[in-house]
């Protein structure tokens, strides 16, 4: 049960608001901003996605740099509210094509009809996008992707003057093409999010891959699909008993667990690994999964701090891309907190470096190092010389660090889990759908201790 429901931008604007019970006072909008924008509990340098002011729960996620808020007074369950605001931010981006402070501004007659169709008196309704269809009659106004910013999925298949379409498919469930017809297509996407961690001598001491097989289908008269992953994958580390299959040998796929959407049916996937489902409209997970099994990660860091002289250090850091050339990493961040006691940094890059950008954060003591991309196999270094404001008298490396890394690899996945093939249920012999099977790999945690 929840009370509001409301999207703020960047700036704290209120795109989209409504409150369904009355019984939280008027204000939230501010109240959660200011608490966002300025939080400093606990020395977390971002809000949680759920906390408590003055009586009043908020929930919140954060997507394409827009708040998507629920408030409520009762004790309910956070994880039920964040999957409900996950939820309804998939269905306004169903409808919609794309997500944006545009996209909502001009389509907001739109998206309060679907708020209030999935939400009524503050109990959820439906989520489904195919249901909703039968009660939400209004257009979408779209908007233009090309125009919009880069700061979805969409950006990560971007491949010098060719452009993939991006994992947040841009166009809307109900909308037809230029001159009303309707392009048949569809979109699986595998998504995987790495977290390792490495020793200060560079071992590999924690590893995992959080994944997901993402499906958005624009097929008329929803035709049954069949999916084929790689026949060597196993669920469990003593085989795959759940579905009577086991595999084994050094190139085998191990999972720990997975889970799968309602829609599929796994009649087959015991013998050969096939899911056989029919789409529904929109986009949905088709199946999730985790993997702890060994994997070699996508780069390696080498981060080194050592005094060079009084109220002086240097910083050395390294990064090797560790996947083929014919993949490209982009929008790479390395950052790494310095000791409470540095006043000045000095950045020294590698010759001819290009699109690379070099920053120190005086407030969070945090030196930041960009980079726009990085083909396989390449190394890029970077040096820092710190000024210190007072003599370290203790370890440095327990003062600084550990080194974190983000990056997004389009057309790469760590695991090695594949799509064999994607068959449709043929209508005729002339009904041929664009297929479209795309893999991103992410960080979610990448850290290196000094």
Known sequence: MISQFFVLSQRGDNIVFRDYRGDVPKGTTEIFFRKVKFWKEDGEEEAPPVFNVDGVNYFHVKIVGLFFVATTRANVS???LLELVQRISRVIKDYLGILSE??????????YELLDEVIDFGYMQTTSTEALKSYVFNEPIVVDAARMPALGPASMFMQGNKRMPGTAVTKSVVANEPGGRKREEIFVDIIEKISVTFSSSGYILTSEIDGTIQMKSYLTGNP??????NEDVSIGRDGNSAFGYSSSGSGAVILDDCNFHESV???NFGLDRTLSLVPSDGEFPVMNYRMTQEFKPPFRINA??????????EVILKIRAEFLS?????TILVQMPLPSYTTRVSFELEPGAVGQTTDFTEASKKLEWSLKKIV???EHTLRAKLTFSQESHGNLNKEAGPVSMNFTIPMYNASRLQVKYLQIAKKS???NPYRWVRYVTQANSYVARL
């Open 326 to 330: 014919s993949a490209t990493a982009n």
């Open 102 to 111: 545009e996209s909502l501004r001009r389509n907001f007659i739109l998206v």
């Open 265 to 267: 049916h796994l009649d």
């Open 304 to 313: 080194l701090i050592e005094e060079a002289g009084a109220l002086k250090a």
């Open 376 to 378: 396989g196999g390449a």
């Open 224 to 229: 049954e699909i069949k999916l084929a992953l």
């Open 429 to 431: 012999k002339t009904y």
């Open 78 to 80: 956070p994880s039920l």
